[in-house]
T-cell receptor, first 122, second 117 residues
Framework: AAGVIQSPRHLIKEKRETATLKCYPIPRHDTVYWYQQGPGQDPQFLISFYEKMQSDKGSIPDRFSAQQFSDYHSELNMSSLELGDSALYFC?????????????????????FGEGSRLTVL | AQTVTQSQPEMSVQEAETVTLSCTYDTSENNYYLFWYKQPPSRQMILVIRQEAYKQQNATENRFSVNFQKAAKSFSLKISDSQLGDTAMYFCAFTPYSGGGADGLTFGKGTHLIIQP
């Protein structure tokens, strides 16, 4: 079965440089999430998108931005990189499913994670 | 805001033993989902088990089962007949029911489980 694809898997940048991470969700998944996991830390939620619109925002620095495109892939752009940005960046996707509740669709809450992109800032 | 607490930073058991990982959470939501994710040394995040808050029956997946106590806001994971491949970080996670959005997961700090041969 198709999984969430992230690229690049590894990235090395210098301080103050810019980096872009890409995420291709599982086909027919409506939502994309970005997480940052520092060494020995739990994953921290950055931002999410539903149907190409920003849905929820977590602890994403102002230096970071993200968007979801018409083909549902997403990109996380990171500028003015700092040493503390060195981390594993996960993308995850999640499907909406039909529901009898108002709105007709609901998020299952279950996230399918990619293998992560490891960013090292020197 | 939701919080998830895992009070056991590390646990170690012998192969074939049963182990229980603890998780408590705090929320004002009535409808939500709870998860246990496993992160082995490869760092891949793998879903172990999922529980919907409105379901009273505890979820089970083969050797993995949960004890969900909604009133106590407790969600523990029991691993039976533990195997060497179960060695990993285990994260408890919470998300509110989202009828029309994509709320992120809130993770606990994790429990490092070591299965000894």
């Amino acid at each position: 079965a198709a999984g969430v694809i992230q690229s690049p898997r590894h990235l090395i940048k210098e301080k103050r440089e810019t980096a872009t991470l890409k995420c291709y969700p599982i086909p027919r998944h409506d939502t994309v999430y970005w997480y940052q996991q520092g060494p020995g830390q739990d994953p921290q939620f950055l931002i999410s998108f539903y149907e190409k619109m920003q849905s929820d925002k977590g602890s994403i620095p102002d230096r970071f931005s993200a968007q979801q495109f018409s083909d549902y892939h997403s990109e996380l752009n990171m500028s003015s990189l700092e040493l503390g940005d060195s981390a594993l960046y996960f993308c995850a996707s999640s499907p909406f499913v039909p529901t009898s509740l108002a709105g007709g669709k609901a998020n299952t809450g279950e996230l399918f994670f990619g293998e992560g992109s490891r960013l090292t800032v020197l | 805001a939701q919080t998830v607490t895992q009070s056991q930073p590390e646990m170690s058991v012998q192969e074939a033993e049963t182990v229980t990982l603890s998780c408590t959470y705090d929320t004002s939501e009535n409808n939500y989902y709870l998860f246990w994710y496993k992160q082995p040394p490869s760092r891949q995040m793998i879903l172990v088990i999922r529980q919907e808050a409105y379901k009273q029956q505890n979820a089970t997946e083969n050797r993995f089962s949960v004890n969900f106590q909604k009133a106590a806001k407790s969600f523990s994971l029991k691993i039976s007949d533990s195997q060497l491949g179960d060695t990993a970080m285990y994260f408890c996670a919470f998300t509110p029911y989202s009828g029309g959005g994509a709320d992120g997961l809130t993770f606990g700090k994790g429990t490092h489980l070591i299965i000894q041969p």
